[in-house]
């Protein structure tokens, strides 16, 4: 079995086993949650808490509302939407994250002053974060452009997404050999050509990784962005739209939730894909 081939089966085991463990904890946990000295270290397993898994998929046919869309079509056109703030706050923070690192290998005392900041970037919780992009937007436009309310989440998207880019390709581009290192001024190479000739070669391994973690990361930046600032069409906005019937029908709160997770399995999948078909180009060089 090749490569894909065992990906795709660990995806499928994957799916598997989360349903066997959901399913099985149902099956066996207590209605009210499992409780450890007076406190609910394990949710209830009620059909008000947890649906049966059947019951949620079922949910994804009828109609959002009485004589509407299928749910399985409004949570897609939710998805959707939000991809447009989640590629373009990946493309942007994946260059800025790429510009940082060549800046930080480039400069060694740039990375010394800058390295601890963008770290502790991170550390900002989004919730508090959010509504602030989204005040400053507001005063904004694009020449006669108004700022958009999906502008404000591209942006959370792209905060979270130029992390991961910047630490992996900052690690990758000081991954080279000190041998590979001095046969490129042995040769006469400038900074320029080194850097195009071997380190960004050389950082191929740690740059898709980086992709990956910073395609989830904007993922999850433009949900938690339309959840906070309230935009509307998004997947985020609609996980809370659902949540309010979560008394009622809880089994369309996780049609939403899964849903998000779709899309940022999708993303993540389209990293892999690309890195699928680099590898191989070069296999082929």
Sequence with gaps: MNRRGRLVLGALGAVVVGVLLWEGYKAVGDPDGTMLFGTRILPRTDDGAMPHVWTILSRFGDPELSGGDPIWLVVLQACLFTLRSVALGFVAGGLIGLLLAVLMQRLRIVERGLLPYVILSQTVPLIALAPVIAGWGGRLSIGAYPWQPWMSVTVIAMYL????????????????????????????????????????????????PALRLAAAAAVVGAVVGEISTGTRGGVGRLVIEYSREATTDPAKVFTAMIGAAALGLAVAALIGFSEFLLRRRRVRA
């Design 161 to 208: 997404a130029f992390f991961p880019v910047a630490v992996g390709m900052l690690r990758g581009l000081q991954s080279p050999a000190p041998i590979a290192e001095e046969l490129m001024r042995s040769y006469a190479a400038g900074w320029w050509q080194t850097l195009v000739k071997l380190r960004l070669p050389a950082s191929t391994p740690y740059l898709f």
